[in-house]
Protein backbone atom coordinates (compact mmCIF):
# COMPACT_ATOMS: atom_id res chain seq x y z
CA UNK A 1 0.00 0.00 0.00
CA UNK A 2 1.50 3.28 -0.85
CA UNK A 3 2.62 5.61 1.99
CA UNK A 4 0.43 8.65 2.60
CA UNK A 5 0.89 11.99 1.63
CA UNK A 6 0.44 15.29 3.80
CA UNK A 7 1.52 18.37 2.61
CA UNK A 8 2.15 22.21 3.52
CA UNK A 9 2.12 25.17 1.45
CA UNK A 10 2.08 28.49 2.40
CA UNK A 11 0.84 32.10 1.88
CA UNK A 12 4.53 33.10 0.49
CA UNK A 13 8.04 32.37 0.41
CA UNK A 14 9.84 32.43 3.99
CA UNK A 15 6.30 31.63 5.85
CA UNK A 16 8.04 28.77 7.52
CA UNK A 17 6.69 25.52 5.63
CA UNK A 18 10.67 23.93 5.54
CA UNK A 19 10.43 24.55 9.50
CA UNK A 20 6.93 23.22 9.28
CA UNK A 21 7.96 20.21 7.06
CA UNK A 22 11.22 19.41 9.48
CA UNK A 23 8.62 19.38 12.73
CA UNK A 24 6.00 17.18 11.13
CA UNK A 25 8.72 14.84 9.71
CA UNK A 26 10.44 14.66 13.41
CA UNK A 27 6.74 14.52 14.94
CA UNK A 28 5.36 11.96 12.80
CA UNK A 29 9.11 9.37 13.53
CA UNK A 30 8.86 10.14 17.07
CA UNK A 31 5.33 8.37 17.09
CA UNK A 32 6.39 5.93 15.24
CA UNK A 33 6.42 6.02 11.88
CA UNK A 34 8.66 5.74 8.44
CA UNK A 35 8.00 9.09 7.26
CA UNK A 36 10.15 11.32 4.65
CA UNK A 37 10.23 14.83 3.26
CA UNK A 38 9.58 15.59 -0.04
CA UNK A 39 9.93 19.43 -2.31
CA UNK A 40 9.15 18.90 -5.87
CA UNK A 41 11.10 22.23 -7.06
CA UNK A 42 13.03 24.18 -4.97
CA UNK A 43 15.14 27.74 -5.86
CA UNK A 44 18.11 28.00 -3.88
CA UNK A 45 21.86 27.91 -3.97
CA UNK A 46 22.15 26.34 -0.68
CA UNK A 47 22.55 22.77 -1.71
CA UNK A 48 23.69 19.30 -0.20
CA UNK A 49 24.97 16.22 -1.53
CA UNK A 50 23.61 12.98 -1.24
CA UNK A 51 25.43 9.54 -0.52
CA UNK A 52 25.31 8.53 -4.07
CA UNK A 53 26.46 11.97 -5.17
CA UNK A 54 23.73 13.34 -6.07
CA UNK A 55 22.81 17.65 -5.34
CA UNK A 56 19.47 18.07 -3.61
CA UNK A 57 18.41 21.44 -1.94
CA UNK A 58 19.95 21.85 1.77
CA UNK A 59 16.18 21.94 3.36
CA UNK A 60 15.52 18.82 2.41
CA UNK A 61 18.47 17.21 3.93
CA UNK A 62 18.04 19.07 6.96
CA UNK A 63 14.58 17.60 6.91
CA UNK A 64 15.80 14.23 6.18
CA UNK A 65 18.09 14.61 8.93
CA UNK A 66 14.59 15.37 11.00
CA UNK A 67 12.90 12.62 9.73
CA UNK A 68 16.17 10.07 10.59
CA UNK A 69 16.29 9.02 7.19
CA UNK A 70 19.01 9.51 4.67
CA UNK A 71 18.59 12.28 1.96
CA UNK A 72 17.82 11.05 -1.10
CA UNK A 73 17.36 13.12 -4.51
CA UNK A 74 13.77 11.60 -4.92
CA UNK A 75 13.12 13.96 -2.09
CA UNK A 76 14.02 17.32 -4.19
CA UNK A 77 14.13 15.96 -7.66
CA UNK A 78 14.06 19.20 -9.46
CA UNK A 79 16.90 21.94 -7.68
CA UNK A 80 17.38 25.34 -9.39
CA UNK A 81 20.57 27.09 -8.25
CA UNK A 82 20.17 30.89 -9.77
CA UNK A 83 23.17 32.42 -11.65
CA UNK A 84 22.08 35.56 -12.59
CA UNK A 85 18.63 37.50 -13.21
CA UNK A 86 16.09 35.26 -15.11
CA UNK A 87 19.16 31.90 -15.28
CA UNK A 88 19.51 28.86 -13.34
CA UNK A 89 21.24 26.49 -13.38
CA UNK A 90 18.56 23.02 -13.67
CA UNK A 91 19.66 20.25 -11.69
CA UNK A 92 17.35 16.95 -12.01
CA UNK A 93 17.33 14.07 -9.91
CA UNK A 94 20.44 15.14 -8.10
CA UNK A 95 22.41 16.36 -11.86
CA UNK A 96 23.11 19.14 -13.88
CA UNK A 97 20.79 19.08 -17.14
CA UNK A 98 21.37 22.69 -18.25
CA UNK A 99 21.23 26.32 -17.77
CA UNK A 100 18.10 27.82 -18.77
CA UNK A 101 16.38 31.34 -18.86
CA UNK A 102 13.12 31.36 -17.14
CA UNK A 103 11.23 31.74 -20.16
CA UNK A 104 12.99 28.55 -21.77
CA UNK A 105 12.87 26.54 -18.47
CA UNK A 106 8.86 26.58 -19.29
CA UNK A 107 9.15 24.29 -22.02
CA UNK A 108 11.09 21.54 -19.85
CA UNK A 109 8.29 20.97 -17.56
CA UNK A 110 6.99 18.16 -19.15
CA UNK A 111 10.48 16.33 -18.01
CA UNK A 112 10.35 17.64 -15.51
CA UNK A 113 7.29 16.41 -13.98
CA UNK A 114 8.06 12.76 -14.97
CA UNK A 115 10.74 13.32 -12.48
CA UNK A 116 8.48 15.20 -9.81
CA UNK A 117 5.71 12.18 -9.68
CA UNK A 118 7.68 8.86 -10.43
CA UNK A 119 10.07 10.40 -7.29
CA UNK A 120 6.71 11.08 -5.00
CA UNK A 121 5.26 7.59 -6.10
CA UNK A 122 8.92 5.87 -4.84
CA UNK A 123 9.11 7.72 -1.62
CA UNK A 124 5.51 6.21 -0.93
CA UNK A 125 6.48 2.79 -2.31
CA UNK A 126 9.15 3.25 1.17
CA UNK A 127 7.83 5.24 3.57
CA UNK A 128 4.53 5.31 5.95
CA UNK A 129 4.30 9.25 4.66
CA UNK A 130 5.54 11.67 2.48
CA UNK A 131 5.74 15.48 4.18
CA UNK A 132 5.50 17.51 1.06
CA UNK A 133 6.40 20.96 0.94
CA UNK A 134 5.13 23.66 -1.49
CA UNK A 135 7.26 26.83 -2.56
CA UNK A 136 6.30 30.12 -2.79
CA UNK A 137 2.10 30.31 -3.28
CA UNK A 138 -0.04 28.36 -5.14
CA UNK A 139 -2.16 31.46 -5.89
CA UNK A 140 1.05 32.79 -8.34
CA UNK A 141 -1.63 33.33 -11.03
CA UNK A 142 0.53 34.10 -13.82
CA UNK A 143 2.69 30.65 -12.79
CA UNK A 144 -0.22 28.13 -11.99
CA UNK A 145 -0.27 26.96 -16.02
CA UNK A 146 3.08 25.74 -15.56
CA UNK A 147 3.78 24.91 -11.75
CA UNK A 148 4.48 21.40 -10.66
CA UNK A 149 5.68 21.91 -6.70
CA UNK A 150 2.55 23.00 -5.29
CA UNK A 151 -1.42 22.23 -6.57
CA UNK A 152 -0.57 20.01 -9.26
CA UNK A 153 1.56 18.16 -6.40
CA UNK A 154 -1.66 17.66 -4.19
CA UNK A 155 -4.21 17.25 -6.70
CA UNK A 156 -1.73 14.17 -7.45
CA UNK A 157 -0.99 12.92 -4.49
CA UNK A 158 -5.27 13.77 -3.50
CA UNK A 159 -2.75 15.34 -0.58
CA UNK A 160 -4.64 16.98 2.34
CA UNK A 161 -2.75 20.47 2.35
CA UNK A 162 -2.40 22.67 5.24
CA UNK A 163 -2.06 26.65 4.26
CA UNK A 164 0.73 28.14 6.36
CA UNK A 165 0.39 31.98 6.83
CA UNK A 166 3.32 34.70 8.65
CA UNK A 167 1.22 36.46 11.12
CA UNK A 168 4.88 38.50 11.84
CA UNK A 169 4.53 40.18 8.71
CA UNK A 170 1.34 41.16 9.17
CA UNK A 171 -1.94 40.69 7.12
CA UNK A 172 -2.22 37.07 7.46
CA UNK A 173 -5.96 36.92 7.44
CA UNK A 174 -6.11 38.47 4.52
CA UNK A 175 -2.45 36.68 2.85
CA UNK A 176 -4.88 33.34 3.80
CA UNK A 177 -8.20 34.33 2.59
CA UNK A 178 -6.88 35.86 -0.54
CA UNK A 179 -4.93 32.52 -1.27
CA UNK A 180 -8.48 30.58 -1.35
CA UNK A 181 -9.78 33.06 -3.32
CA UNK A 182 -7.65 32.39 -6.27
CA UNK A 183 -7.28 29.11 -6.37
CA UNK A 184 -9.70 27.13 -8.31
CA UNK A 185 -12.71 25.07 -6.38
CA UNK A 186 -11.27 21.74 -6.50
CA UNK A 187 -7.91 23.06 -5.03
CA UNK A 188 -9.67 25.05 -2.80
CA UNK A 189 -10.91 21.71 -1.79
CA UNK A 190 -7.81 20.41 -0.95
CA UNK A 191 -7.10 23.38 1.94
CA UNK A 192 -8.07 21.01 5.06
CA UNK A 193 -6.93 23.79 7.80
CA UNK A 194 -4.65 26.69 8.51
CA UNK A 195 -1.16 27.15 10.30
CA UNK A 196 -0.73 30.42 11.86
CA UNK A 197 3.28 30.55 12.32
CA UNK A 198 6.00 33.38 14.04
CA UNK A 199 3.11 34.56 16.73
CA UNK A 200 4.54 36.39 19.54
CA UNK A 201 1.94 37.85 21.88
CA UNK A 202 -1.34 36.81 23.77
CA UNK A 203 -3.29 34.46 22.28
CA UNK A 204 -6.35 35.68 23.35
CA UNK A 205 -5.96 38.86 21.12
CA UNK A 206 -6.32 36.79 18.33
CA UNK A 207 -9.35 34.78 19.45
CA UNK A 208 -12.13 37.15 17.55
CA UNK A 209 -9.40 36.87 14.21
CA UNK A 210 -9.35 32.91 14.09
CA UNK A 211 -13.13 32.52 14.93
CA UNK A 212 -13.83 35.05 11.85
CA UNK A 213 -11.12 33.34 9.31
CA UNK A 214 -13.08 29.51 10.91
CA UNK A 215 -16.22 31.10 9.78
CA UNK A 216 -15.66 32.96 6.84
CA UNK A 217 -13.95 29.70 5.08
CA UNK A 218 -15.16 26.35 6.82
CA UNK A 219 -11.41 25.92 7.56
CA UNK A 220 -10.14 25.25 10.48
CA UNK A 221 -7.10 26.29 11.85
CA UNK A 222 -4.66 23.81 12.16
CA UNK A 223 -2.29 25.57 14.94
CA UNK A 224 -0.94 29.37 16.18
CA UNK A 225 2.86 28.27 16.14
CA UNK A 226 5.05 30.49 18.35
CA UNK A 227 7.79 32.34 17.36
CA UNK A 228 10.89 30.94 18.76
CA UNK A 229 14.47 32.27 19.50
CA UNK A 230 16.14 29.04 21.18
CA UNK A 231 15.67 26.46 19.14
CA UNK A 232 18.58 25.98 16.19
CA UNK A 233 17.73 24.99 13.07
CA UNK A 234 19.39 25.52 9.43
CA UNK A 235 18.06 28.34 7.38
CA UNK A 236 16.76 27.69 3.94
CA UNK A 237 16.98 31.09 2.80
CA UNK A 238 19.58 33.59 2.05
CA UNK A 239 16.85 36.20 3.52
CA UNK A 240 17.53 34.62 6.82
CA UNK A 241 20.83 36.32 6.56
CA UNK A 242 19.06 39.51 7.21
CA UNK A 243 18.09 38.49 10.75
CA UNK A 244 20.36 40.15 13.32
CA UNK A 245 18.02 40.27 16.09
CA UNK A 246 19.54 37.14 17.92
CA UNK A 247 21.45 38.09 21.05
CA UNK A 248 24.77 36.48 21.76
CA UNK A 249 24.95 34.05 25.28
CA UNK A 250 27.96 34.71 25.29
CA UNK A 251 30.31 38.31 25.30
CA UNK A 252 31.82 38.21 22.03
CA UNK A 253 35.93 37.95 22.01
CA UNK A 254 36.32 37.23 18.39
CA UNK A 255 34.53 38.92 15.32
CA UNK A 256 33.95 36.54 12.07
CA UNK A 257 32.64 38.59 9.11
CA UNK A 258 31.36 36.54 6.10
CA UNK A 259 30.97 38.34 2.76
CA UNK A 260 27.54 38.38 1.75
CA UNK A 261 27.43 37.74 -1.96
CA UNK A 262 25.38 38.26 -4.47
CA UNK A 263 24.56 34.32 -5.35
CA UNK A 264 25.69 33.35 -1.89
CA UNK A 265 25.92 29.59 -1.79
CA UNK A 266 25.73 26.87 1.23
CA UNK A 267 25.60 29.90 3.60
CA UNK A 268 24.34 27.67 6.47
CA UNK A 269 28.38 26.25 6.52
CA UNK A 270 28.91 29.08 9.19
CA UNK A 271 25.69 28.18 11.17
CA UNK A 272 28.46 26.50 13.93
CA UNK A 273 30.41 29.77 13.91
CA UNK A 274 27.27 31.55 15.00
CA UNK A 275 26.44 29.72 17.87
CA UNK A 276 29.82 29.24 19.15
CA UNK A 277 30.18 30.88 22.42
CA UNK A 278 32.49 34.27 22.59
CA UNK A 279 32.50 34.18 18.39
CA UNK A 280 30.39 37.26 16.74
CA UNK A 281 29.48 36.31 13.32
CA UNK A 282 28.17 38.72 10.74
CA UNK A 283 27.89 39.11 7.24
CA UNK A 284 28.88 42.18 5.51
CA UNK A 285 28.54 43.41 1.94
CA UNK A 286 30.66 47.05 2.07
CA UNK A 287 34.22 47.73 3.50
CA UNK A 288 32.77 50.09 6.28
CA UNK A 289 30.54 47.45 7.26
CA UNK A 290 33.74 44.34 7.12
CA UNK A 291 36.11 46.68 9.37
CA UNK A 292 38.61 44.61 10.80
CA UNK A 293 37.27 41.10 12.04
CA UNK A 294 39.55 38.89 13.23
CA UNK A 295 38.76 36.25 10.40
CA UNK A 296 37.27 37.79 7.59
CA UNK A 297 35.38 34.26 5.20
CA UNK A 298 34.80 34.36 1.35
CA UNK A 299 32.07 31.84 1.45
CA UNK A 300 30.64 29.93 -1.79
CA UNK A 301 28.73 31.06 -4.83
CA UNK A 302 26.64 29.91 -7.62
CA UNK A 303 28.76 32.60 -10.26
CA UNK A 304 32.49 32.82 -9.07
CA UNK A 305 33.52 35.24 -11.45
CA UNK A 306 30.70 37.73 -11.64
CA UNK A 307 30.40 37.74 -7.61
CA UNK A 308 34.28 38.58 -7.33
CA UNK A 309 33.34 41.60 -9.88
CA UNK A 310 31.21 42.61 -7.32
CA UNK A 311 33.45 42.25 -5.15
CA UNK A 312 35.72 44.72 -6.83
CA UNK A 313 33.06 47.24 -7.41
CA UNK A 314 32.32 47.18 -3.78
CA UNK A 315 36.02 48.15 -2.61
CA UNK A 316 35.57 44.79 -0.87
CA UNK A 317 38.47 42.67 -2.78
CA UNK A 318 40.96 45.82 -1.82
CA UNK A 319 39.74 45.86 1.68
CA UNK A 320 39.95 41.84 1.97
CA UNK A 321 43.53 42.48 1.20
CA UNK A 322 44.80 44.92 3.70
CA UNK A 323 43.07 43.23 6.37
CA UNK A 324 45.17 40.29 5.33
CA UNK A 325 48.17 42.40 5.08
CA UNK A 326 47.58 43.69 8.56
CA UNK A 327 47.62 40.68 9.96
CA UNK A 328 43.64 39.22 9.61
CA UNK A 329 42.58 35.61 8.70
CA UNK A 330 41.00 34.84 5.27
CA UNK A 331 39.28 31.80 4.61
CA UNK A 332 37.89 31.11 0.77
CA UNK A 333 35.44 28.49 0.97
CA UNK A 334 34.23 26.80 -2.72
CA UNK A 335 33.98 29.65 -4.89
CA UNK A 336 35.66 31.81 -2.28
CA UNK A 337 38.77 29.35 -2.58
CA UNK A 338 39.09 30.10 -6.25
CA UNK A 339 38.86 33.73 -5.46
CA UNK A 340 42.05 33.60 -3.19
CA UNK A 341 44.25 33.13 -6.66
CA UNK A 342 45.57 34.59 -9.07
CA UNK A 343 43.28 34.39 -12.21
CA UNK A 344 39.82 32.25 -12.50
CA UNK A 345 38.90 31.66 -15.99
CA UNK A 346 36.00 30.60 -17.77
CA UNK A 347 36.84 30.17 -21.25
CA UNK A 348 33.51 28.09 -22.18
CA UNK A 349 31.34 30.00 -20.49
CA UNK A 350 29.70 27.88 -18.12
CA UNK A 351 28.98 30.00 -15.20
CA UNK A 352 28.49 33.52 -16.92
CA UNK A 353 29.01 35.58 -20.18
CA UNK A 354 32.94 36.88 -18.16
CA UNK A 355 36.05 34.81 -19.90
CA UNK A 356 38.63 35.45 -16.84
CA UNK A 357 38.78 38.03 -14.21
CA UNK A 358 42.08 38.42 -11.83
CA UNK A 359 41.85 37.28 -8.38
CA UNK A 360 42.56 38.10 -4.92
CA UNK A 361 46.26 37.34 -5.50
CA UNK A 362 46.45 35.61 -1.84
CA UNK A 363 48.01 32.54 -3.20
CA UNK A 364 49.85 31.44 -6.62
CA UNK A 365 46.71 29.82 -7.40
CA UNK A 366 44.74 29.77 -10.78
CA UNK A 367 40.79 28.23 -11.29
CA UNK A 368 39.51 26.70 -14.93
CA UNK A 369 35.85 25.84 -14.75
CA UNK A 370 35.26 23.12 -16.70
CA UNK A 371 31.97 21.42 -17.52
CA UNK A 372 31.96 18.53 -15.37
CA UNK A 373 30.39 19.37 -11.95
CA UNK A 374 32.03 17.37 -8.97
CA UNK A 375 29.41 16.41 -6.31
CA UNK A 376 31.30 14.29 -3.73
CA UNK A 377 30.43 13.95 0.13
CA UNK A 378 34.13 13.43 1.68
CA UNK A 379 35.86 12.07 4.64
CA UNK A 380 39.58 12.92 5.66
CA UNK A 381 42.12 14.39 8.12
CA UNK A 382 43.66 17.56 8.59
CA UNK A 383 47.66 17.21 7.14
CA UNK A 384 48.76 21.01 7.88
CA UNK A 385 50.07 22.13 11.29
CA UNK A 386 50.88 25.90 10.90
CA UNK A 387 48.80 29.05 10.86
CA UNK A 388 45.01 28.55 11.40
CA UNK A 389 45.73 25.05 11.76
CA UNK A 390 48.70 25.00 14.59
CA UNK A 391 47.53 21.86 16.54
CA UNK A 392 44.56 20.45 14.28
CA UNK A 393 47.09 18.00 12.54
CA UNK A 394 45.13 14.55 12.40
CA UNK A 395 42.08 15.94 13.27
CA UNK A 396 38.90 14.94 11.17
CA UNK A 397 36.99 16.34 8.52
CA UNK A 398 33.98 15.40 6.86
CA UNK A 399 31.75 17.30 4.50
CA UNK A 400 30.98 17.76 0.88
CA UNK A 401 32.40 19.16 -2.58
CA UNK A 402 29.81 20.77 -5.24
CA UNK A 403 31.90 22.59 -7.52
CA UNK A 404 32.70 22.92 -11.40
CA UNK A 405 35.98 24.34 -11.23
CA UNK A 406 39.65 23.07 -11.36
CA UNK A 407 42.43 24.82 -8.84
CA UNK A 408 45.99 24.23 -9.14
CA UNK A 409 48.77 26.12 -8.20
CA UNK A 410 52.22 25.97 -6.08
CA UNK A 411 54.09 27.80 -3.14
CA UNK A 412 50.94 26.61 -0.17
CA UNK A 413 50.87 23.63 2.03
CA UNK A 414 47.97 21.38 1.15
CA UNK A 415 45.46 21.12 4.04
CA UNK A 416 43.43 17.98 4.23
CA UNK A 417 43.62 14.60 3.05
CA UNK A 418 40.48 12.78 1.55
CA UNK A 419 40.68 9.53 2.36
CA UNK A 420 37.28 8.51 1.19
CA UNK A 421 34.92 9.82 -1.34
CA UNK A 422 31.58 7.70 -0.40
CA UNK A 423 30.83 7.83 -4.43
CA UNK A 424 34.21 7.72 -6.21
CA UNK A 425 37.68 5.99 -5.54
CA UNK A 426 40.58 7.47 -3.87
CA UNK A 427 44.38 7.49 -4.97
CA UNK A 428 46.14 5.65 -2.91
CA UNK A 429 46.53 6.96 0.57
CA UNK A 430 44.38 9.96 -0.59
CA UNK A 431 43.88 12.92 -2.07
CA UNK A 432 45.34 16.18 -1.24
CA UNK A 433 42.92 19.01 -0.63
CA UNK A 434 42.93 22.47 -0.09
CA UNK A 435 45.38 25.49 0.54
CA UNK A 436 47.04 27.20 3.25
CA UNK A 437 49.60 29.92 2.22
CA UNK A 438 53.17 30.46 3.84
CA UNK A 439 51.70 33.10 6.59
CA UNK A 440 49.33 30.69 7.29
CA UNK A 441 46.71 33.09 7.16
CA UNK A 442 44.83 32.84 4.45
CA UNK A 443 43.47 29.25 3.85
CA UNK A 444 41.28 27.63 0.18
CA UNK A 445 39.29 24.76 0.31
CA UNK A 446 36.02 23.00 -1.89
CA UNK A 447 35.28 21.54 1.15
CA UNK A 448 32.11 22.75 2.65
CA UNK A 449 30.74 21.60 6.30
CA UNK A 450 33.91 22.29 7.58
CA UNK A 451 32.87 24.56 10.01
CA UNK A 452 30.63 21.53 11.28
CA UNK A 453 33.55 19.36 12.54
CA UNK A 454 33.63 20.90 16.36
CA UNK A 455 37.09 19.91 17.27
CA UNK A 456 38.35 21.04 13.78
CA UNK A 457 36.73 24.76 14.34
CA UNK A 458 37.79 24.73 18.14
CA UNK A 459 41.34 24.62 17.27
CA UNK A 460 41.23 27.29 14.53
CA UNK A 461 39.41 29.84 16.97
CA UNK A 462 41.46 28.97 19.71
CA UNK A 463 44.16 29.52 17.37
CA UNK A 464 42.65 33.18 16.49
CA UNK A 465 42.01 33.80 19.96
CA UNK A 466 46.01 33.29 21.11
CA UNK A 467 46.69 35.59 18.52
CA UNK A 468 44.70 38.31 19.76
CA UNK A 469 45.49 37.24 23.21
CA UNK A 470 41.95 36.13 24.69
CA UNK A 471 40.41 33.69 25.83
CA UNK A 472 37.33 31.81 24.70
CA UNK A 473 34.84 30.36 26.37
CA UNK A 474 34.37 26.77 26.94
CA UNK A 475 32.11 25.32 23.71
CA UNK A 476 32.13 21.88 24.72
CA UNK A 477 28.20 21.11 25.21
CA UNK A 478 27.64 22.08 21.45
CA UNK A 479 24.86 22.10 19.85
CA UNK A 480 23.28 18.60 19.06
CA UNK A 481 20.96 18.99 16.30
CA UNK A 482 18.88 15.97 17.11
CA UNK A 483 18.22 17.30 20.17
CA UNK A 484 16.43 20.54 18.34
CA UNK A 485 14.76 18.50 16.15
CA UNK A 486 12.90 17.41 18.84
CA UNK A 487 12.94 20.55 20.52
CA UNK A 488 11.35 21.69 17.29
CA UNK A 489 8.94 18.74 16.99
CA UNK A 490 7.74 19.64 20.91
CA UNK A 491 7.02 23.82 20.07
CA UNK A 492 4.71 22.56 16.93
CA UNK A 493 3.58 19.52 18.46
CA UNK A 494 2.21 21.70 21.45
CA UNK A 495 0.62 24.61 19.03
CA UNK A 496 -1.04 22.26 16.74
CA UNK A 497 -4.10 20.71 16.71
CA UNK A 498 -2.70 16.76 16.11
CA UNK A 499 -5.85 14.94 16.45
CA UNK A 500 -7.05 17.45 13.41
CA UNK A 501 -3.42 16.26 11.90
CA UNK A 502 -3.59 12.77 12.29
CA UNK A 503 -6.79 12.52 10.79
CA UNK A 504 -5.71 14.46 8.00
CA UNK A 505 -2.30 11.95 7.30
CA UNK A 506 -4.58 9.12 7.70
CA UNK A 507 -2.30 7.34 9.83
CA UNK A 508 -3.35 5.57 13.56
CA UNK A 509 -1.50 6.94 16.22
CA UNK A 510 -1.75 3.51 17.91
CA UNK A 511 -0.27 1.67 15.05
CA UNK A 512 3.01 3.98 15.19
CA UNK A 513 2.72 3.88 18.92
CA UNK A 514 2.80 0.10 18.77
CA UNK A 515 6.07 0.42 16.47
CA UNK A 516 7.66 2.36 18.80
CA UNK A 517 7.15 0.18 21.47
CA UNK A 518 8.24 -2.78 19.47
CA UNK A 519 11.74 -1.15 18.29
Same mark, same amino acid.
Given at each position: ?????????????????????????????????????????????????????????????????????????????? %?? +???????????????? %??????????? %????????????????????????????????????? +??????????????????????????????????????????????????????????????????????????????????????? !????????????????????????????????????????????????????????????????????????????????????????????????????????????????????? !???????????????????????? +?????????????????????????????????????????????????????????????????????? %????????? !??????????????????????????????????? +?????????????????????????????????
Amino acid at each position: MAGQVLMVQGTASHVGKSVMVSALCRIFRQDGFRVAPFKAQNMSNNSYVTADGGEIGRAQAVQADAAGVEARVEMNPV %LL +KPEADHISQVVVMGRP %LLTAKARDYFG %LKPQLWEAVHTSLDALREDFDIVIAEGAGSPAEINLK +KNEIVNMRVARYADAPVLLCGDIDRGGVFAFLVGTLELLEPEERELIKGFIINKFRGDPSLLTDGITWLEERTGIPVAGLVHHYRDI !HIPEEDSVALDDTSRPAAVQPVLEVAVLQLPHIANFDDFDPLARHPGVELRYVDSPAQLGRPDLVIIPGTKTTIPDLAWMNERGLTQAVKELHANGGAVIGICGGYQMLGTNVSDPD !HIESSITELDGLGLMDLTTVFEGT +KETHRINGKVVAATGLLAGAAGMPVSGYEIHMGRTVGQGFTPTFLIEDRADVAVTGSGDPEGSLDATGSV %LGTYIHGLF !HNSELRGAMLQELARRKGVSLPDATAGVDLDREYD +KLADWVRSSLDMDLVYRLSGLSRDYGAARVFTV
